[in-house]
């Protein structure tokens, strides 16, 4: 059974940082392209950044140089760091692959707030 897991998650102060993880179970990450996508309160579920097979990357102009995708094909996760946080922030956050199919993680709640 195919499985994206998010981890990582959770409360910090204004100007901290996390890592979201996304592991992915039952096929192989390095089939993918991989996205993150967050989803604010009351809003539409908005893409953030990507990175390719041969790992190249891009990003949202809103994330500023702030965020970082990476991926390990190795260990089947993939990455998702996230450096001065604001409360703005504060989001469903979630892992989707590109590929053979289109797959979701659940989503994680990332929340920004002193």
């Known amino acids: 059974q195919v499985q994206l897991v998010e981890s990582g998650g959770g409360s910090v102060q204004p100007g901290g940082s996390l890592r979201l993880s996304c592991e992915v179970f039952?096929?192989?990450?390095?089939?993918?392209?991989v996205n993150w996508y967050r989803q604010f309160p009351g809003k539409e579920r908005e893409w953030m950044t990507y990175?390719?097979?041969?790992?190249?990357?891009h990003y949202h102009s809103s994330l500023k140089g702030r965020f970082r995708i990476s991926r390990d094909d190795d260990k089947n996760v993939a990455y998702l760091q996230m450096n001065d946080l604001q409360p703005e922030d504060t989001a469903v956050y979630y892992c989707n692959l590109h590929g053979p199919d289109i797959l979701w993680g659940q989503g994680i709640q990332v929340t920004v707030s002193s």
């Open positions: 039952g096929t192989y990450l390095r089939s993918y392209v």
């Open positions: 990175i390719t097979i041969s790992h190249n990357t």
